[in-house]
């Protein structure tokens, strides 16, 4: 079966576990990271010696990065759902996440941080304002992208809606000013109509 080490908070979790759900995979998960430890045991770090979560064991193959995992998973397992068939399509949907690695990730780890996990008497207000300002302008740019679509691939689900879907949780459930975005709300609504999402993603920030 298989198998996922990370504590259900972490966003780079919440990829993976919303992934599997989508495909119908049973899975056993470990927490593992901060409060859970687990990550600096010599035989997790054999594992992943980045130390970091998640980690997977799937038929032997042990993988980490989580937008690898959900590429994994998908091409095997969501052929024609969450792998789009073709490279065009495939890609398409697909450079959405690098996009939410190397583009949208900075901005928001400052909000997010700023606002989630720094007491409010210790926030750099003017650092989370300029990082909230960034992350409206790249969400706008997924908000054109969206035009005409149901999520970011076309009509269904696909690998690119799932890291930006995660993102898109905390900026939607953080208490900050967000400029109204008709498509990016339709998105996100539809989002949360998915069980899968809603048991993974929509959790307490923390
Ligand atoms: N690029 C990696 C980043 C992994 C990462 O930074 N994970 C964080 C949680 S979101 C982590 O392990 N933090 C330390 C910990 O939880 O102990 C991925 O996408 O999997």
Redesign the pocket.
């Known amino acids: 079966m298989l198998k996922i080490w990370g504590?259900s908070n972490?966003?780079?979790?919440k990829k993976v576990l919303w992934c599997a759900d989508e495909l119908g995979l049973a899975y056993e998960r470990t927490d593992a990271?901060?409060q859970f430890g687990v990550?600096n045991e010599p035989w997790y770090r054999k594992m992943n010696p980045n130390g970091?979560?998640?980690t997977i064991e799937d038929d032997g193959l042990v993988l980490?990065?989580?937008?690898a995992i959900v590429r994994y998973l998908a091409a095997k397992y969501g052929s024609g759902t969450l792998w789009p068939a073709g490279p065009g399509a495939r890609a398409a949907s697909d450079k959405w996440m690098d996009w939410t690695?190397s583009t949208l990730h900075g901005p928001y780890r400052d909000v997010f941080w700023g606002m989630v996990r720094t007491p409010p008497e210790k926030r750099n207000m003017e650092q989370i304002e300029a990082s909230r300002n960034k992350c409206a302008e790249l969400w706008a740019m997924v908000d054109a992208a969206l035009e005409g679509k149901r999520f970011l691939g076309g009509e269904q689900l696909t690998i690119g809606d799932i890291p930006l879907g995660c993102f898109a949780y905390a900026w939607y459930a953080m208490p900050i000013e967000r400029p109204a975005m008709k498509n990016l709300d339709a998105w996100y609504r539809r989002l949360a109509e998915r069980p899968a999402y809603r048991k993974h993603v929509v959790l307490p920030l923390s």
Not at 10 to 13: A, D, K, T, W
Not at 64 to 67: A, G, H, Q, V
């Open positions: 504590r972490s966003v780079n979790v990271g901060l990550v970091l979560v998640p980490w990065e989580s937008n690695l």
